[in-house]
Every structure is written in C-alpha cells, then in structure tokens.
C-alpha cells in the first residue's frame, strides 16, 4: 500500500514569491492534515479536512496561506507571497477519521521543505 | 490550551544501555497520548499510544505509561541499537480531532 505522498520534496524561491505543495493520501482515508514543522520543533497544525470541507483552521495564517481539497482526495497548500519566516518543513497527514477514530494513527509523508531567500 | 513538553536533546547513548525520554503534558482533561518516531529520511511514524490512565504502550521494545497523577508518558527501552537512531516525538489529543506534539528529543545511539 502506498503512503502519503508529497512533492516537491524540496523548494527554494525568493522572498515575495509564490509556492505550492501537493500531497495525495492514504487511498480511503478522509482526514487529511496539513502540518508545520520549524527546525528543533514539534509540528504544529495548520489545517484539518474532513473529506473535501476544512474543519479546522484556525491556525493558518489566511493572508498569505491557502489550501483546497478538491473531490476530498489530493491536497494543496500555496503561500502567496512567502516570507523568509516560511522556511520550515510542511507535513500532511491522512487517517481513516479523526485522531481519536479507530486506532487514532496519522500516516505522515515525508515532508516538503521549503527554504525562503 | 494543550501541551506537551519533553526533555531537550540530543541524547547519546551507547548500543545497549536503557533509555528513558521523559514528557509531561498540560490538559483540560484526560488526553489519548502518543509516541511517533521520525527515522532519517523518512516520515513521522506512530511508534506507541495509550489511552487513559495507567494503560502502557508498547512496540519494538518501547514502553510508556499514562502516569495522570504526574501528567507524564515518559518513553522507556532497556537495550537500544544504533537502529533507534532518531528523532522521537510525544504527542497528545484530547478532542480526537488533532495532535498536539512536544519539539521533539534526538536520540543518537554510537555501537
């Protein structure tokens, strides 16, 4: 079974520029997060979907962040304009339900890191 | 709000000694608690969970125990390998809607 997969795994672009991360789930599973990881930090949650609607987002920065799930499958998260306080690492996520459904496990893809010049 | 705090690294043992990565949580009630594990190059990987008091997780070796009267979850093994090599996260959910982690210890194992 495939995992979580993101792209890019790595992005360098100027400051002011726009940027876009993609992540396909777990087939069949309708929760998907998308989280923030700076360097020596825990992640931190800045969107939660429940299929296609977002449940949670009140920790994303909604000037200049931006995310859809279209059809309640792949995801996309797009900064316009990044900021050189952008630089971290973005993590989704997908489980079958929320956390505390069945085993209550997320299924993290590897990462896209994102450094802001 | 929520959250979880863990001992700061990097730990550095050598192959075979015990480990004990401590975390605390702060919550409004009584949380599910997790381990996840992040391998070189890889993603973040549930490695143990406990869900209410006194329960113990348990996998590869590792152990933790919901401690409510310490708000604790502390992550134990009493051999590592260079293969747990790694960073480890405590991570909390009380509402069953997200996690909540702590920054992360790294834990370096020299053979």
């Known amino acids: 079974e495939a995992g979580v997969v993101q792209s890019p795994r790595y992005k360098i672009i100027e400051k002011k520029q726009p940027v876009a991360f993609w992540c396909n789930p777990i087939?069949?599973?309708?929760?998907l997060y998308w989280y923030l990881q700076n360097l020596g930090q825990g992640p931190e949650l800045l969107i939660r979907?429940?299929?296609?609607?977002?449940?949670?987002d009140s920790q994303l920065p909604k000037d200049r962040f931006s995310a859809e799930r279209l059809k309640g499958v792949d995801s996309t998260l797009k900064i316009q304009p990044a900021e050189l306080g952008d630089s971290a690492v973005y993590l989704c996520?997908?489980?079958?339900?929320?956390?505390?459904f069945g085993t209550g496990e997320l299924f993290f893809g590897e990462g896209s890191r994102l450094t802001v010049l | 709000g929520d959250s979880v705090t863990q001992m700061e690294g990097p730990v550095t043992l050598s192959e075979e000694a015990f480990l004990t990565i401590n975390c605390t949580y702060t919550a409004t009630g009584y949380p599910s608690l997790f381990w996840y594990v992040q391998y070189p190059g890889e993603g973040l990987q549930l490695l143990l969970k406990?869900?209410?008091?006194?329960d113990k997780g348990s996998n590869k070796g590792f152990e933790a125990t919901y401690r409510k009267e310490t708000t604790s979850f502390h992550l134990e093994k009493g051999s590592v390998q260079v293969s747990d090599s790694a960073v480890y996260f405590c991570?909390?959910?009380?509402?069953?809607?997200?996690?909540?982690f702590g920054a992360g210890t790294i834990l370096r194992v020299k053979s």
């Open positions: 991570a909390l959910s009380e509402y069953g809607n997200k996690l909540v």
């Open positions: 406990a869900t209410k008091a006194d």
């Open positions: 996520a997908s489980s079958l339900g929320g956390v505390g």
């Open positions: 979907y429940e299929n296609e609607e977002a449940v949670d």
């Open positions: 087939s069949g599973h309708n929760t």
